[in-house]
């Protein structure tokens, strides 16, 4: 069974406050995903990866930075967190970028920023 | 660009009752996969089933959906709700493109209610 952890499960911050949302997973999977959830806007890409030192651009970039230090770990640094980032974030991977090869998700990290 | 799109935001279906969850897609990817994802509440979303091949019914846990190229459709549907299907389901898009990497596209998400 695929596995992917996140932490912290829960964030409150101020604005203006730094934040870093951390993403492991054991499937030895090449791409790792970030996700926003907002009501009314589903499911957002905001950076992703294909591997150690790589990282590309999402839908919703802005504001966010990542980076991926192994196959396993994924971050998102939040370095000035704004309310309008108060959001449910997800990581996931998938042993493929295309084609029938699933994503897994994180269990989820919820974000407040006062 | 690509994208998916799922008409309604909300539906809402009687215990015992078929539900169908709509979705339709605009692509340029040369070969593509389609995925329905299910999330409970609280939960994180998960796969409820996929396929990638034109014409072919796939089921699992009750649900089944049908790929129309034809009609640029993958549809959900079930034939007798369960109150346990209550939660929100995303059509999503998985192709190859002719060059940089391939994203998997969502859809805005239906959110099914089961009632008694």
């Known amino acids: 069974e695929a596995a992917v952890t996140q932490s912290p499960r829960n964030k409150v911050t101020v604005t203006g406050g730094n934040v870093t949302l951390s993403c492991r997973q054991t499937n030895s999977h090449n791409y790792m995903y970030w996700y926003r959830q907002d009501t009314g806007h589903g499911l957002r890409l905001i950076h992703y990866?294909?591997?150690?030192?790589?990282?590309q651009i999402g839908d919703v970039p802005d504001g966010y930075k990542a980076t991926r230090t192994t196959q396993e770990d994924f971050f998102l640094l939040l370095e000035l967190a704004s309310p309008s980032q108060t959001s449910l974030y997800f990581c996931?991977?998938?042993?493929?970028?295309?084609?029938?090869?699933?994503?897994?998700f994180g269990p989820g990290t919820r974000l407040t920023v006062l | 660009g690509d994208s998916v799109t799922q008409t309604e935001g909300l539906v809402t279906v009687t215990e015992g009752l078929p539900v169908k969850l709509n979705c339709t897609y605009q692509?340029?990817?040369?070969?593509?996969?389609f995925f329905w994802y299910v999330q409970y509440l609280n939960e994180a979303p998960q796969v409820l089933l996929k396929?990638?091949?034109?014409?072919k019914r796939t089921e699992h846990q009750g649900f089944h959906a049908t790929l129309h190229k034809s009609s640029s459709s993958f549809h959900l549907q079930k034939s007798s709700a369960q109150l346990s299907d209550s939660a929100l389901y995303y059509c999503?898009?998985?192709?190859?493109?002719?060059?940089?990497?391939?994203?998997?596209?969502f859809g805005q998400g239906t959110s099914l209610s089961v009632v008694p």
């Open positions: 999503a898009l998985s192709g190859i493109a002719s060059s940089s990497f391939s994203k998997l596209v």
């Open positions: 990866s294909y591997g150690a030192g790589n990282l």
């Open positions: 692509t340029t990817y040369l070969t593509i996969a």
């Open positions: 396929s990638s091949t034109d014409n």
């Open positions: 996931a991977s998938s042993a493929r970028d295309w084609g029938p090869y699933e994503q897994y």
